[in-house]
């Protein structure tokens, strides 16, 4: 059974960090690429980032130089390393597996950035 479980979010403060994580099972290979999207209160699904299986990575403009995604092949797991966070990026933080469309997605974890 394929799945996605994400993990790490939380309540932080304005310029604080969090590391979200996503992992995967089911799966059978890493050849795929890893998305994480994100929904902020009353808005639309936004693509955050993108992983390709050869290691390079995109950013909307939004939160370039201030995350980072990541994976680690051996243990099935995607991150997404956030600093500098802004109230901005308060939102539903989901992960996803796919290119232009995605066919697999976690259950989403809540990034909530306030003082």
């Known amino acids: 059974q394929v799945q996605l479980v994400e993990s790490g979010g939380g309540l932080v403060q304005p310029g604080g960090s969090l590391r979200l994580s996503c992992a995967a099972s089911?799966?059978?290979?890493?050849?795929?690429?890893m998305n994480w999207v994100r929904q902020a209160p009353g808005k639309g699904l936004e693509w955050v980032s993108v992983i390709h299986t050869d290691g390079r990575t995109y950013y909307t403009h939004s939160v370039e130089g201030r995350f980072t995604i990541s994976r680690d092949n051996a243990k099935n797991t995607l991150y997404l390393q956030m600093n500098s966070l802004k109230s901005e990026d308060t939102a539903v933080y989901y992960c996803?597996?796919?290119?232009?469309?995605?066919?697999?997605w976690g259950q989403g974890t809540q990034v909530t950035v306030s003082s």
């Open positions: 089911g799966f059978t290979d890493s050849n795929y690429w």
């Open positions: 996803a597996k796919g290119r232009i469309s995605y066919d697999y």
